[in-house]
């Protein structure tokens, strides 16, 4: 049987790969995968599928270039600022209140019934808490934007 170290939803140092940093939370059901690269941070959201921990949604919150991957395997939606605002405020509001649909979209509809949307909606700031803090110095969240690069000064 494995270990599920995280099934409290606490937060747990995860594994680099090519990540800088990486931050696991679990709980709904669910395993929240949250990391920083030099373009930006991402989200991954992976849930069980054959038994497998299997990603099924991403989004990057990325400086230039912020998008989604509904599924994660598929191409990249654009965010788009003028309508949506800062990526991550909706990024976490997705999470937190269109979470089923965006799995059904993604084609994961026999996963939905495994999931506690309830107990995810309740956690869902600890998501947005945890894209905040693995942002390094060099990096900052501009209201109204989102993520963007600290001009440096020669």
């Not at 709904?28 to 949604?57: C, K, P, Q, Y």
């Not at 654009?78 to 509001?93: C, H, I, K, Q």
């Amino acid at each position: 049987m494995e270990e599920n170290p995280a099934a409290d939803g606490r937060l747990h140092a995860g594994q680099a790969e090519e990540r800088q940093t990486s931050t696991v939370l679990e709980f709904g059901g669910l395993r929240f995968d949250v990391s920083f690269r030099n373009i930006g941070a991402t989200l991954r959201v992976h849930g069980r599928v054959n038994g497998e921990w299997t990603e099924m949604l991403r989004f990057d919150d990325f400086v230039d270039s912020p998008h989604f991957h509904v599924p994660a395997s598929g191409d990249q939606i654009p965010f788009d600022r003028a309508s949506f605002g800062e990526p991550l405020a909706w990024y976490v509001d997705q999470v937190r209140n269109h979470l089923a649909e965006l799995l059904k979209r993604a084609g994961f509809s026999h996963v939905v019934p495994t999931v506690d949307f309830d107990e995810i909606a309740r956690h869902a700031d600890k998501l947005g808490k945890a894209m905040e803090a693995c942002v390094p110095d060099g990096f900052v969240r501009v209201p109204g934007v989102g993520l963007q690069r600290v001009p440096t000064t020669v």
